[in-house]
């Protein structure tokens, strides 16, 4: 590297100098030793350009791939560091949906570019592998120092090979984080309306239960009113009926103890009919008792009334 320098350093001294020669020392270099420095140290000097104009292809390659691996970093590192950066857009006021769609964006970004640095490194391995090819040519030629100088060697494919898959990993890893985070995304969605649905149905058999006890209400405050107007009898029928139609029906609905049921009720139907006609006929004595007193007071007191005996608190007592 040192006696690279030092030429290219002659090489631009003979330059500049070459200009200012007189005809005489133009002469001199011109032939002889001197010819032989000055064609080695412009060699050296123009070294890199020399190598380009030989494998123009490798150098432009070389330089798309250096171009887009800076792309493709920059935006991995945009999808590396998002969590931080979701931070702070929370804190300022984004929704979920809208983060979500920035990592998303995000995602699809690094993939495009991770893509297009794996196409420009195929590219450069393509470019390296026709540079040995080339160089190995040079070699039946005698020439292997140069062709490697020019088109590069095995380490250099073999380097260019290795990126090449590293770029790849990089790639289907984003693929699959991507992948992940709509899985999640989507699941999260799903799960969102699956709530939101369940919640719905809770609302709606809450305000139909509501709906429900204010009619069970309602009737409740029917029944008292007809109740009013109903006799004991009346309402007592009634309950027994209620009652034995709830256990009718959970007997029916297992065929279980039906017709002792059915027995059951008709036995209590009948002792309240034989009980309002036991009570009928006993109102009825009582008031024919009720009756005789009364007409015996009514003829008493018309009896005291004809004697003159009956005053303001006889009567009074009478009819009491």
Known sequence: MEAKDSFVQLGAVVKNAFTGMTTAAKVFTATGIGLLITAVALLVTNMDDIKKSFNSGLASAKKYAETTEKQAEAARRAVDNFDEY??????????????????????????????????????????????????????????????????????DVKANRKKA??????????????YQFQQEQKKAKEDAKKEAEQAAIDRAKENSQRRLDELATLAGYIRDANDL?????????????????????????YNKGVVALEEAKKKELQ??????????FDGTEKLTALKATSVAHTLAFQEQEKKGLVGVAEVIYFLS
């Not at 898959?165 to 991507?178: A, F, H, M, V």
């Not at 004991?232 to 029928?237: L, M, R, S």
């Open 86 to 155: 979701a931070r702070t857009l929370k804190r300022v006021g984004y929704s979920e949906d809208q983060i979500n769609a920035k990592r998303e964006k995000a995602y699809k970004d690094a993939i495009k570019k991770t893509d297009a640095q794996l196409k420009a490194q195929k590219k450069l391995l393509n470019e390296s592998e026709k540079g040995l090819e080339t160089a190995q040519e040079f070699d039946s030629w005698g020439f292997n120092a140069t062709g490697r100088w020019l088109y590069g060697d095995e380490e």
């Open 271 to 280: 002792d309240l009919e034989d009980k309002q006609a036991k009570d009928l």
């Open 165 to 178: 898959t590293e770029i790849r990993e990089q790639l289907t890893k984003l693929k699959n984080d991507q």
């Open 229 to 253: 107007f109903k006799s004991e009898y009346e309402i007592e029928k009634r309950n027994i009926e209620e009652k034995y139609a709830t256990e009718l029906a959970l007997a029916k609905k």
